[in-house]
């Protein structure tokens, strides 16, 4: 699946959550981040720490991808 937007990496985060049965105050805890930085990345919020974003995405099991640029 290819995101281009962090509403759309929020708005998938927030489905992972929930279908995984945990709250953000759960997520918050699990991950080491606040709950507002939960929020906040749920919401689309485009400056938010990277580092914390690659551990709330590991602890939901997400993994991410990078791809080289087409011609190279």
């Given at each position: 699946m290819t995101m281009k937007t962090m509403k759309e990496i929020g708005a998938f985060v927030a489905a992972t959550r929930k279908h995984q049965g945990a709250t953000q105050l759960d997520l918050a805890q699990?991950?080491?981040v606040g709950r507002r930085f939960v929020v906040e990345l749920e919401a689309g919020k485009e400056s938010l720490h990277a580092g914390k974003?690659?551990?709330v995405l590991e602890t939901l099991g997400i993994g991410l991808a990078l791809e080289e640029p087409?011609?190279?």
């Open positions: 699990l991950s080491g974003v690659l551990r087409r011609g190279l």
